[in-house]
């Protein structure tokens, strides 16, 4: 399984981006697809998920009204849209694949830089 971020980049507060998430390497039904960050100096924290096969998406709070999971499953490809962007949203993004059926995030892509600036 490949994950393939990408998508981060500078952007002033308020502003908005939006991630993607390349997935190859195996059928992903029955797997949450999920984005995590990491700020420097802090613990890599969940973000936000999105069920492959019918779409329910779950928010970290900090993020909740602000960003949204989506995905195109004829493309293979994960979304974070994330608007009014805030300093603090400032991370490496993560995204990662899990099966539904355990709780452990066993695929993970490399990290995309975000920097939110005020």
């Known amino acids: 399984v490949q994950l393939q971020a990408s998508g981060g980049g500078l952007v002033q507060a308020g502003g908005f981006l939006r991630l993607s998430c390349a997935a190859s390497?195996?059928?992903?039904?029955?797997?949450?697809m999920g984005w995590f960050r990491q700020a420097p100096g802090k613990e890599r924290e969940f973000v936000a998920a999105i069920r492959w096969d019918d779409g329910f998406t779950q928010y970290a709070d900090s993020v909740k009204g602000r960003f949204t999971a989506s995905r195109d499953n004829a493309k293979n490809t994960v979304y974070l849209q994330m608007n009014s962007l805030k300093p603090e949203d400032t991370a490496v993004y993560y995204c990662?694949?899990?099966?539904?059926?355990?709780?452990?995030?066993?695929?993970w892509g490399q990290g995309t830089q975000v920097t939110v600036s005020s």
């Open positions: 990662a694949g899990r099966s539904i059926y355990v709780a452990t995030w066993g695929y």
């Open positions: 390497g195996r059928p992903f039904g029955n797997y949450f």
